[in-house]
Nanobody, 122 residues
Framework: VQLQASGGGLVQPGGSLRLSCAAS????????IAWFRQAPGKEREFVAGIRWSLGTTYYADSVKGRFTISRDNAKNTVYLQMNRLEFEDTAVYYC????????????????WGQGTLVTVSS
C-alpha cells in the first residue's frame, strides 16, 4: 500500500493550495481516505475525510467552509482544496487510509503517506 502526498508549498494568508494523495495497493471502495496535519509542537489532528465508495465527506470545524476534499476515481487520487488559508494552517499534511470510517483519530488509520509541508506566511 502506498499513499503519495504532494502539493504543499509556501502561500500567503488568504491564498489557496491544492494537495493531492495518490493511492495504490488497496481497494479504495473499502476505505476512508483522510487528511491530517501536524503543526510544530502539536499533536497530529484530523482535517478532512472522504468515504471513497459513497463520496461522503466530513471536516474538522476549523476548516469547514474553507477546505474541500474530493476524489478522482480514474486516478485513485484524493484532493484537498484549501482556500482562505490562515497562519494557523501551517503544518505538515498527511493523507491516511482506514478500512472503515468515518474516523477522526490517528489510531484508526492503518496506512499513512509521507507528508507534505504547507507554510502560510506573509
Amino acid at each position: 500500500v502506498q499513499l503519495q502526498a504532494s502539493g504543499g508549498g509556501l502561500v500567503q494568508p488568504g491564498g489557496s493550495l491544492r494537495l493531492s494523495c495518490a493511492a495504490s495497493g488497496l481497494t479504495l471502495d473499502d476505505y476512508t481516505i483522510a487528511w491530517f496535519r501536524q503543526a510544530p509542537g502539536k499533536e497530529r489532528e484530523f482535517v478532512a475525510g472522504i468515504r471513497w465508495s459513497l463520496g461522503t465527506t466530513y471536516y474538522a470545524d476549523s476548516v469547514k467552509g474553507r477546505f474541500t476534499i474530493s476524489r478522482d476515481n480514474a486516478k485513485n487520487t484524493v484532493y484537498l482544496q484549501m482556500n482562505r488559508l490562515e497562519f494557523e494552517d501551517t503544518a505538515v499534511y498527511y493523507c491516511a487510509a482506514e478500512p472503515y470510517g468515518p474516523g477522526t483519530r490517528t489510531g484508526q488509520y492503518n496506512y499513512w503517506g509521507q507528508g507534505t509541508l504547507v507554510t502560510v506566511s506573509s
